[in-house]
């Protein structure tokens, strides 16, 4: 049973900075593509970044530039640097990880307002 738990959302103002970590139970990490979503208020749930088994990573084009996805795989835990934060970056984060099964955290709120 894979758990995976995220933290370090809150409350910024934009164009400041927060680090999202996900803290992953059990796997391997490296050996499968780990994903961050999000899902705002009255929206679907919406595709943010992935690094895969290789390392490779990508991006929506709504967070390009701006994001930057990465993983410590001794502390099985994987991070998303978010910066210059926009009002409509305003969402549930959750890690996501396909195995046999598929697993989501509970999400983490980030709230991005003056």
């Known amino acids: 049973q894979v758990q995976l738990v995220e933290s370090g959302g809150g409350l910024v103002q934009p164009g400041e900075s927060l680090r999202l970590s996900c803290a992953a139970t059990?796997?391997?990490?490296?050996?499968?593509?780990m994903e961050w979503y999000r899902q705002a208020p009255g929206k679907q749930r919406e595709f943010v970044s992935r690094i895969t088994d290789k390392g490779n990573t990508e991006y929506a084009d709504s967070v390009k530039g701006r994001f930057a996805i990465s993983r410590d795989s001794a502390k099985k835990t994987m991070y998303l640097q978010m910066n210059n934060l926009k009002p409509e970056d305003t969402a549930v984060y959750y890690c996501h990880i396909q195995l046999a099964n598929e697993y989501w955290g509970p999400g983490t709120q980030v709230t991005v307002s003056s």
């Open positions: 059990i796997i391997t990490m490296n050996l499968y593509t």
